[in-house]
């Protein structure tokens, strides 16, 4: 398995409030991405980075920020939490080099606004 | 990326082979089919993916038409770990970056 790890791995909190997920991989891949998964939705995809503070918007990336400051990590962070965002996220990684085109996705962070 | 069409679900008895179409009508040239799975709550796992030719690897078989408008993923002989929601997806591979699109995908049942 790809090393990806996401933190915390289930969280509550209420409306209003900051809140920062993160994604730290191990295998040095260039690219990362932030999926949310809601029923009857599918996974949509929030933002995702081609490199250190490189970042670009997906699908849904209203009321979401990200920084990649190390290759390693990029953080999702919502501003200010609506029960919306209530979701599970996903954090994936690819790569460009040695022909692997498939992404890797990580187990998932439980997200419930209260 | 072109769209993809896939039945919402799917039964297949334990040890049978599976086989889950996905009808990709508008898919261009260098575009590939890419198949993922997500069993329970889990992440999303890669599967397959190819371009025209019928694809083999360790977890399954990927078929593709002639005319490329559409493809199958056979899982040779299912278990109950099998069970998952599959999505297929069609997009331009080139530098590795996996901007993924997922529509709803086929749930796939296996039963003893």
């Known amino acids: 398995d790809a090393g990806i790890t996401q933190s915390p791995r289930h969280k509550v909190t209420e409306t209003g409030t900051p809140v920062t997920l993160r994604c730290h991989q191990t295998e040095n891949h260039r690219y990362m991405y932030w999926y949310r998964q809601d029923p009857g939705h599918g996974l949509r995809l929030i933002h995702y980075?081609?490199?250190?503070?490189?970042?670009d918007k997906g699908e849904v990336s209203d009321g979401y920020s990200v920084s990649r400051s190390k290759t390693e990590d990029f953080l999702l962070t919502l501003e200010s939490a609506t029960s919306s965002q209530t979701s599970v996220y996903f954090c994936?990684?690819?790569?460009?080099?040695?022909?692997?085109?498939?992404?890797?996705f990580g187990q998932g962070t439980r997200l419930t606004v209260v | 990326d072109a769209k993809t069409t896939q039945p919402p679900s799917m039964d297949c008895a334990e040890g049978r082979a599976a086989n889950l179409p996905c009808n990709h009508s508008?898919?261009?040239?260098?575009?590939?089919v890419y198949w993922y799975r997500q069993i329970h709550s889990q992440g999303p796992q890669y599967i397959i993916h190819g371009l025209k030719n019928n694809e083999t690897n360790e977890m399954a078989s990927l078929i593709i038409t002639e005319d490329r408008k559409s493809s199958t993923l056979i899982l040779p002989h299912a278990t109950l770990r099998d069970t998952a929601v599959y999505y297929c997806i069609v997009r331009v591979v080139g530098t590795g970056f996996q901007k993924l699109v997922f529509g709803t995908g086929t749930r796939l049942l296996v039963s003893p």
């Open positions: 980075s081609y490199g250190v503070k490189d970042t």
């Open positions: 508008t898919i261009s040239g260098n575009e590939y």
């Open positions: 994936a990684i690819s790569e460009s080099t040695g022909g692997r085109t498939e992404a890797f």
